[in-house]
């Protein structure tokens, strides 16, 4: 049987194809096509956080009553994150491809350190520590994530 | 279990930074050491200004590099929190620069006085280090490949230090103990046992990271230090100086082990997602290229008679493993290492008032990329330079060029970071007043 978070850490390796589309579009100067690729990027990536912010952080907190460890800083992490999306959004629409990769490239860097993370020591926690609620949990994870 | 873990221990900015600034300055030291002693330095290895210029190298690039970066990323990746971060960095990083300044300094006057003030310097330092890294990753809740092959290689620093220090004791006393045997056995686990098994649990991490490739085969991962180390180990355990044969077994199993590690390496970034081929990916290729050229001149060098008794083939396959792979590696990941921290000490100093310059903002790419061809080029020459002894001076001089070119880059990241500092200091004492 997969773990309940197995659907979050696949959400991942969605999440970075769109990425790499976004980013082979402003390469290639095709700026419409980056637009959309970009905003399915964003829109994956919002997706995903709301559904950790909303769905499995507080189950997690209520479970082990930790609220100011792990997931706080996974909250601090998106926070950064979508400074990025908003300079990443504001070098596509002043078409300026060496922002774009400045900001695209520190993305990158911080995204694939929060998702090592989450994947190494977060989600492992969460599935211990939900094991019981991961019946009613699994789900709701998986129907949030397949929305888009 | 559940560690409490914070993911909140990033020690702060000038820990790292110390050491990644000091760098450099040996890489060009060596260099100079090159220009001003020219073609001799390479007719053979045991030369003295060839100790000291490798010397430069290893401890003054290479394990300065090493140690800043292993003092940031055990706590961020590793889950392994370092017991008072920059006090540990304020001992060791003073403590390694003044040692490599004196064991260069004892190679190149041959005082035995010298020889002994470095190794308890490196002794105190690096056992310093040793020891608060080793509690690190003995108690971090993380697990994996990554992990396993930091805390192997952290057993091949403590064996490389054991024999430097066993090596300069006998050099200043002048004893008979079989000091060439010795050093072959020192320079197996220096760069084989501690930088080989380090860069390998690093690439674990950066690798797919930076280019989004697939994992590294989680078999190769767990197998590769562990083969190192027992190469290394068997090596050791039964060493005798008189048996050539048998080091060269062993020379010959560890270089190909290694050079697993490359094919894999090369294969994962031929299918990777992402196509930016940035300074970081360039770098790290040619360091696995090298890696590969080791393997193959290790092996001309054992199976044609012509180069046997040729002193300049260990002269080659030390510029190729010291400064094609080590020096390569390191000044890729420097050149993602430091705009990322900056970045992010930035932000995290700002909050959500202000947009911190990005990483291309600190080093432009193309700055990144001129540094790589200067430093392709100087590792050219200095290959070429072994068997062509007229072209070490410049070549000598054009790695000087490339450390220094590396050193600015690296310098122009901290003014960026500084500005920026200052700048949203002084925006906050505005809106207070």
Not at chain 2, 60 to 76: E, H, S
Not at chain 2, 136 to 148: E, K, Q
Not at chain 2, 395 to 400: E, M, T
Request: aromatic share 10%; glycine share 8%.
């Amino acid at each position: 049987m997969s773990s309940l978070t197995e659907p979050l850490r696949h959400h991942h390796q969605h999440c970075d194809d769109l990425f790499v589309a976004a980013e082979n579009a402003v390469r290639e100067g095709d700026w419409s096509r980056a637009r959309r690729e970009l905003s399915a990027f964003l829109a994956a990536m919002e997706t995903h956080f709301d559904t950790e912010e909303e769905t499995l952080f507080p189950a997690f907190e209520a479970a082990t009553g930790m609220n100011m460890g792990p997931t706080r800083m996974m909250r601090h992490e998106h926070a950064q994150m979508r400074d990025l999306f908003r300079q990443m959004d504001a070098a596509l629409e002043s078409r300026d491809a060496t922002a774009y990769a400045s900001a695209a490239d520190t993305l990158l860097v911080m995204m694939q350190q929060h998702n090592m993370k989450e994947e190494n020591i977060l989600y492992p926690m969460c599935d211990r520590g939900l094991d019981a609620q991961a019946a009613a949990l699994g789900p709701v994870l998986r129907e949030r994530l397949e929305v888009e | 279990m559940h560690p409490d873990l914070s993911f909140d221990q990033a020690p702060p900015i000038d820990v790292p930074f110390r050491f990644f600034l000091t760098a450099p300055l040996f890489g060009i030291a060596a260099g100079l050491l090159l220009a001003i002693v020219g073609g001799e330095m390479f007719a053979s290895r045991w030369m003295p200004p060839a100790l000291a210029g490798t010397h430069l190298l290893v401890l003054g690039f290479m394990l300065q590099a090493m140690c800043g970066a292993l003092l940031q990323f055990l706590p961020v990746a590793a889950g392994a929190n370092i017991w008072r971060p920059r006090w540990v960095a304020g001992v060791v990083h003073p403590l390694l620069a003044v040692s490599a300044v004196l064991l260069v300094t004892a190679f190149l006057s041959q005082r035995s006085g010298l020889f002994l003030a470095a190794a308890i310097g490196l002794a105190l330092g690096l056992g310093l280090f040793a020891v608060v890294t080793g509690i690190a990753l003995w108690r971090t809740p993380a697990r994996g490949a990554t992990v396993m092959a930091l805390r192997l290689a952290l057993l091949g620093l403590v064996a490389t230090l054991s024999l430097g220090i066993l090596l300069a004791t006998g050099l200043a006393r002048g004893s008979d103990w079989p000091l060439l045997a010795l050093t072959d056995l020192h320079a197996a686990w220096g760069l084989g046992g501690w930088a080989l098994i380090l860069l390998a649990g690093v690439s674990y991490y950066v690798v797919p990271m930076f280019q989004l490739t697939p994992a590294y085969p989680a078999r190769l991962a767990r197998s590769l230090p562990l083969l190192l180390l027992a190469v290394l180990a068997g090596w050791s355990l039964t060493f005798d100086p008189g048996a050539a044969g048998r080091q060269q077994v062993a020379f010959i199993g560890g270089v190909a082990v290694s050079s697993a590690y490359a094919v894999s390496t090369l294969r994962l970034q031929q299918r990777r997602r992402r196509k930016v081929s940035d300074a970081t990916f360039l770098f790290f290729r040619v360091a696995m290229l090298a890696l590969l050229g080791v393997f193959v001149s290790a092996l001309a060098i054992t199976l044609l008679p012509a180069l046997q008794n040729e002193p300049r083939g260990a002269v080659w396959i030390g510029l190729l493993a010291i400064v094609g792979v080590f020096v390569s590696a390191i000044n890729g990941m420097l050149y993602k290492i430091v705009p990322f921290l900056n970045w992010l000490h930035l932000q995290n100093l700002c909050g959500m008032r202000a947009m911190p310059p990005t990483m291309h903002q600190m080093i432009p790419e193309r700055r990144m990329r001129g540094q790589f061809y200067l430093h392709l080029a100087a590792l050219g020459m200095l290959l070429a330079a072994v068997w062509w002894p007229l072209l070490a001076r410049p070549a000598g001089l054009l790695f000087a060029a490339s450390c220094a070119w590396l050193g600015y880059n690296l310098l122009g990241a901290v003014g960026v970071y500084r500005a920026f500092k200052t700048r949203i200091r002084a925006d906050a004492s505005d809106r207070r007043s």
